[in-house]
């Protein structure tokens, strides 16, 4: 079974940058659509954005300040997640996700929750004005 597994998080102030960083193994994961999603307190899970083969789609509250990388290897994929220019409304637990249909990660559908079966522990990330 895929388990991602995150790493990275933290606090940092307003203005300073942070880097998430995902495991995720499964023999056929390069086919697969890897995201973030990230949970304030009190606020519904949101997207921030996802990657997989030729296509990489941001949410509109991080775009040009988050970029999303990705490495595969032979049943492996590490996702990145660098994020800049923080603000205090970015802190929230941020979750890695995964799943099999790799065109679940595309500019012309939105990123949902229900695209990805797989879902890490989540890593929390602060950022104090």
């Known amino acids: 079974q895929v388990r991602p597994v995150e790493s990275g998080g933290g606090s940092v102030q307003a203005g300073g940058s942070l880097s998430l960083s995902c495991t995720a193994i499964e023999s056929a994961i390069d086919g697969y659509s890897m995201a973030w999603f990230r949970q304030a307190p009190g606020k519904e899970r949101e997207a921030v954005g996802c990657i997989a083969t030729g296509s990489i789609v941001y949410d509109d509250s991080v775009k040009g300040r988050f970029k999303l990388s990705r490495v595969d290897v032979v049943g492996r994929s590490t996702l990145r997640l660098q994020m800049n220019n923080l603000e205090p409304d970015d802190t929230a637990m941020y979750y890695c996700?995964?799943?099999?249909?790799?065109?679940?990660?595309?500019?012309?559908?939105?990123?949902?929750?229900?695209?990805?079966?797989?879902w890490g522990q989540g890593t929390q990330v602060t950022v104090s004005s």
């Open positions: 996700a995964a799943g099999p249909i790799g065109g679940a990660c595309s500019t012309s559908r939105p990123l949902t929750e229900s695209d990805y079966e797989y």
